[in-house]
């Protein structure tokens, strides 16, 4: 269980619509990679390809070095015939099933009496806390026993791989969680390969060895969780992944200035450009009340109360400065007693620092659209 997966130019079309374009990715042997991108991307096309319910036009897929697809070669070794399996969206589970078949379903399409004989749907089920369901049908479930029991049935056959889309995106809030911990101690524990697609960047950095960013088809950035983080190679990849403050600044003589014409102390590696757009955390951005000091902050700016929603021990906050929006976090522990109160178009001021910006070129976005 677990090999080493390289897939080599992979390009998927439908009609002229070219969905996965010339995709190179090398998965390591129980590797968890996190596939993140927007709607329409191509990520769950790259799912069906690897598991050969899609046939592309190019390129090569192989299992430890065996070819499962090879489009030079015809080589397209079928679904049943690759070790992997699959976790839906829509958990998929077979409704005139039992919860013993469902997890039984994918020994019996490869054939494994043995796994089958020696209690491995048992185990399966066991493995996700739902050995007592096994006589149940789907309808008599819930939605996050349902989705546990599509983790166990995509598990059961011990597979190379694990292909999951979006699994989560269905339960609540309380069950995503804990389906997403019971799926990382699966993986610490069992040592499969993974993909793992979401739209949902918190997600992925929790879940992801490694997480592949995918643009129009091609993969954007492959990195680490942390190196995403600390270095998004593109402002697609930094918008992508939550840092949604975005100030356009332009130069004029050695200083940078915003839309609405405030000048800001930029102390930061511009690269040449004239016109850059900066991007920024929430949690880089501080709030303070128009009467503080803020004589020892680098970056300070005139704003307008927008909205302040209580989020337990934080407070979502959006501020205006002219025609910038910005979103900010701050603590109910020191914020709390003000802003509880405070009313919209409440003038305010905040900071942030120069090194906490990323700065891209600024035609970039539009030219991404
Ligand atoms: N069977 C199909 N026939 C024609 N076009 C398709 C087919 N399946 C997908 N597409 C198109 O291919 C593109 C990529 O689809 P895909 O389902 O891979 O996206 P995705 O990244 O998984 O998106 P989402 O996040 O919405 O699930 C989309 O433009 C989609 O409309
Ligand atoms: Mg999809």
Not at 2 to 27: C, H, M
Not at 316 to 327: L, M
């Amino acid at each position: 269980m677990t090999a080493r997966i390289e897939i080599s130019g992979l390009t998927k079309k439908y009609g002229t619509n070219v969905v996965v374009d010339q995709l190179d990715l090398e998965i390591d042997a129980g590797e968890f990679l996190v596939l993140l991108g927007p709607s329409g991307c191509g990520k769950t096309t790259t799912l069906r390809c690897l598991a050969g319910l899609e046939t592309p036009e190019e390129g090569s897929i192989t299992f430890d070095g065996d070819p499962m697809f090879d489009a030079a070669n015809r080589v397209n070794v079928p679904p049943n015939k690759r070790s992997i399996g699959m976790v839906f969206q829509s958990y998929a589970l077979w409704p005139n099933m039992t919860v013993r078949k469902n997890i039984a379903y994918p020994l019996r399409a490869r054939k494994m009496k043995d796994a089958l004989n020696s209690g491995r749907v048992e185990e399966a089920a066991g493995m996700v806390d739902c050995g007592h369901l096994l006589d149940r049908y789907p309808a008599q479930l819930s939605g996050g026993q349902q989705q546990r029991i599509a983790v166990a049935r995509g598990m059961a056959a011990r597979p190379d791989l694990v292909l999951f889309d979006e699994p989560l995106s269905n339960l609540d809030a309380l069950l995503r969680d804990q389906v997403r911990t019971e799926i990382h101690r699966l993986h610490s524990e069992l040592g499969f390969g993974a993909v793992f697609v979401t739209h949902d960047h918190s997600e992925a950095f929790a879940l992801g060895d490694r997480l592949a960013i995918m643009k129009h088809g091609k993969i954007e950035q492959l990195a680490t969780p942390q190196d995403v983080f600390d270095h998004p190679v593109s402002e697609y990849v930094a918008d992508f992944i939550g840092m949604s403050n975005r100030l356009e600044l332009h130069r004029t003589g050695l200083e940078w200035s915003t839309a609405a014409g405030t000048e800001l102390p930029l102390r930061c590696e511009t690269g040449g450009h004239q016109a850059i757009a900066a991007r920024l955390w929430p949690d880089d951005i501080v709030l303070h009340r128009r009467d503080e000091d803020v004589s020892d902050r680098e970056i300070v700016l005139e704003a307008t109360l927008l909205s302040a929603e209580f989020g337990g021990r934080h407070y979502d906050v959006v501020v205006g400065a002219g025609p910038e929006k910005y979103r900010l976090r701050a603590s109910s522990a020191t914020h709390g007693a003000w802003l509880r109160s405070a009313q919209s178009g409440e003038p305010v001021v905040i900071s942030f620092r120069s090194e906490s910006l990323k700065i891209y070129p600024l035609q970039e976005l539009a030219a991404a659209a």
